[in-house]
């Protein structure tokens, strides 16, 4: 975890999604540096090395008001090529991070789109529930701004979240389950192969005999992260074990 001058007040869309999917501070800071469009495709995309943004789903002003063709919200967005060492899929992160923002228990600080006021402000609670995520071409590049359903317009952009109220709604792992539960993992990954899977039941005594310091619920996280090819059902010929 990181300290001190090292930490931000407020994550941006795609820092507070990392950390949703992580629970990592230190992958959270690897973005910092990153230009937004970078960020997001990380965020969304987990560990896709190549990004295209025409990729996304995107507006413009020729489509805005067009009923035929609409973007949908970027909570529609779907991961691909994810990081199997996630906590939750980048999409399932952003409808989460939607419905705390819509419930008010996340406040949200963002930059008003009329030009009334070129500073940041916290968006009125009030205005919450008719707001939803959605990105946007800026000069090349993609930014995120803050969509109003009823108007139809984009309201407010750059949106960023405090550090401290993400935590606390998505608090980090316990460090003594993450370490059992990469070592099982790994262990994993080495006794159990798509050629030759094992049972969950088979898995679990193994690693319970040969991982040291494992224990039920880490390894439960480990096989929950375990690619599906590398596990057998109790029967030759059953359904994988979840």
């Not at 990153?34 to 965020?43: N, Q, T, V």
């Not at 750059?158 to 998505?170: C, H, L, N, T, Y």
């Not at 899977?197 to 898995?203: F, V």
Request: hydrophobic share 40%; proline share 5%; aromatic share 6%.
């Amino acid at each position: 975890m990181l300290v001190g001058n090292d930490q931000k007040a407020y994550w941006n869309l795609p820092e507070t999604l990392r950390w949703i999917s992580t629970r990592d501070e230190e992958r959270v800071a690897a973005m910092w540096e990153m230009d937004e469009d970078r960020g997001i495709a990380l965020a969304l995309f987990a560990e896709k090395r190549e990004f295209d943004p025409c990729s996304l789903l995107i507006f413009n002003d020729a489509n805005l008001y067009s009923d035929r063709d609409e973007p949908g919200a970027l909570g529609k967005a779907k991961s691909s090529g994810t990081d199997a060492s996630l906590l939750m899929a980048p999409d399932e992160a952003l409808r989460a991070l939607l419905r705390k923002v819509q419930s008010g228990r996340l406040r949200v600080t963002a930059i008003r789109c009329d030009g009334s006021c070129n500073e940041r402000i916290e968006v009125p609670p009030a205005e919450l529930n008719d707001l939803e995520l959605r990105l946007c071409p800026d000069d090349q590049l993609m930014s995120v701004g803050l969509w109003s359903r009823s108007r139809r317009i984009l309201v407010w952009r750059s949106p960023q979240f405090m550090r401290a109220e993400v935590i606390r709604i998505w608090p980090a792992q316990n460090t003594k389950t993450a370490a059992a539960s990469g070592a099982i993992l790994r262990h994993l990954r080495q006794i159990s192969t798509a050629e030759a899977p094992l049972t969950k039941r088979e898995a679990q005594q193994r690693c319970m005999t040969e991982v040291p310091n494992a224990y039920p619920k880490a390894f439960k996280n480990a096989w929950a992260k375990l690619e599906s090819s590398y596990k057998r059902g109790r029967g030759k010929h059953g359904s994988r074990a979840r």
